[in-house]
């Protein structure tokens, strides 16, 4: 049954200027519609999916959240309720062409709607072209790009019914340049999802969809400790931060929630005349020359 949602999409400047001017305030994406795949998060802490999902709903969006895993879904979902926030949940394999399509159209069936659409999904596999193998290549791009193409393929005729929306991709440094270790399948990847905004974002911004990217660099995400330790460091935790920290001119890591401020701009009707390009959310280190 389609929900009763108020429509709080942008709507046009006024013809004549000084017009209104949005200011920034808690609230931003009040009745909007938010579809956030990669909500989970690979352990305690704030992962970039968990802590977009729980910022969105604080700032009044309805989200409709996905993930493999559902237990850490579940997590995310039930910090979102306990704040009074409203959260649905689906087990969802974003490779899967035919379970995204079905996804997309049962969310627009019960919210009537999609306003924002948040492409999280992602994952590395160290490994250069001559160590990575065929399959880990083809699994790379399954995971950190063709997840993306999906789910913009399948969500985009959607907005286009109901007059616009916004798409956030997360992409990575790893897609600008070389971050300290070779995974040539999902540097690959992640460049491609940038250019994959950009191209998608000129064909749709006649139809008042904008379309753009976040590129974290190397935060402290429950994903350090999960899996990354265990393939570049030996299960060395500390060994592996303090690497990731030199490479940082602001001398410390972010987490999550900085990707997630990004994303919430990038969404929000302050970036109404932004397109087609990204924020690099890394703490200056793609910005430096060694």
Same mark, same amino acid.
């Given at each position: 049954m389609?929900?009763?949602?108020p429509?709080?999409r942008?709507q046009?400047?006024?013809?004549?200027?000084?017009?209104p001017?949005?200011?920034a305030r808690p609230?931003r994406l009040?009745?909007r519609?938010?579809?956030i795949g990669?909500a989970?998060?690979?352990?305690?802490?704030?992962?970039?999916g968990?802590?977009?999902?729980?910022?969105?709903?604080?700032?009044?969006?309805?989200?409709?959240?996905?993930?493999?895993?559902?237990?850490?879904?579940?997590?995310?979902?039930r910090?979102?309720r306990?704040?009074?926030?409203?959260?649905?949940?689906?087990?969802?394999?974003?490779?899967?062409?035919?379970?995204?399509?079905?996804?997309?159209?049962?969310?627009?069936?019960?919210?009537?709607?999609?306003?924002?659409?948040?492409?999280?999904v992602?994952g590395s596999?160290?490994?250069g072209?001559?160590?990575?193998?065929?399959?880990d290549?083809?699994s790379?791009?399954?995971?950190?790009?063709?997840s993306a193409?999906?789910?913009?393929?399948?969500?985009?005729p959607i907005?286009?019914?109901?007059?616009?929306?916004?798409?956030?991709?997360?992409?990575?440094?790893?897609?600008?340049?070389?971050?300290?270790s070779a995974?040539v399948g999902?540097?690959?990847a992640k460049?491609?999802?940038? +250019?994959?905004?950009?191209?998608?974002?000129? +064909?749709?911004?006649?139809?008042?969809?904008r379309?753009?990217?976040?590129?974290?660099?190397?935060l402290?995400?429950?994903?350090v400790?999960?899996?990354?330790?265990? @393939?570049?460091a030996g299960?060395?935790?500390?060994?592996?931060l303090? +690497? $990731? @920290?030199?490479?940082i001119?602001l001398?410390f890591?972010?987490?999550? $929630?900085?990707?997630?401020?990004?994303?919430?701009?990038?969404?929000?009707?302050?970036?109404?005349f932004v397109?087609g390009?990204?924020?690099?959310?890394?703490?200056?280190?793609?910005a430096?020359?060694?």
């Amino acid at each position: 049954m389609t929900q009763d949602v108020p429509d709080a999409r942008p709507q046009p400047w006024p013809d004549s200027w000084p017009g209104p001017y949005p200011e920034a305030r808690p609230g931003r994406l009040a009745g909007r519609i938010a579809v956030i795949g990669g909500a989970g998060s690979a352990g305690p802490g704030w992962g970039n999916g968990r802590a977009t999902a729980v910022l969105f709903a604080r700032e009044g969006a309805t989200v409709f959240l996905s993930d493999r895993d559902k237990e850490s879904l579940e997590v995310t979902a039930r910090q979102i309720r306990d704040e009074g926030g409203a959260a649905h949940t689906a087990v969802l394999d974003v490779t899967e062409p035919a379970a995204v399509e079905d996804y997309a159209e049962d969310c627009a069936r019960r919210a009537g709607r999609i306003d924002v659409l948040v492409n999280n999904v992602g994952g590395s596999r160290a490994g250069g072209v001559v160590e990575l193998s065929l399959e880990d290549w083809e699994s790379q791009l399954r995971t950190n790009l063709t997840s993306a193409f999906l789910a913009c393929k399948h969500v985009i005729p959607i907005m286009r019914r109901g007059g616009g929306g916004a798409v956030v991709n997360t992409a990575s440094a790893s897609g600008l340049r070389w971050t300290g270790s070779a995974q040539v399948g999902y540097a690959a990847a992640k460049a491609a999802v940038i +250019q994959l905004s950009r191209v998608t974002a000129v +064909q749709y911004a006649p139809d008042r969809i904008r379309v753009n990217t976040v590129v974290p660099g190397q935060l402290h995400t429950p994903m350090v400790e999960a899996r990354l330790a265990h @393939q570049r460091a030996g299960g060395d935790v500390a060994k592996l931060l303090a +690497q $990731r @920290q030199a490479r940082i001119p602001l001398g410390f890591m972010g987490d999550g $929630r900085d990707t997630a401020y990004a994303a919430l701009f990038l969404a929000s009707d302050e970036a109404r005349f932004v397109t087609g390009t990204e924020i690099v959310v890394d703490g200056g280190m793609t910005a430096r020359c060694d």
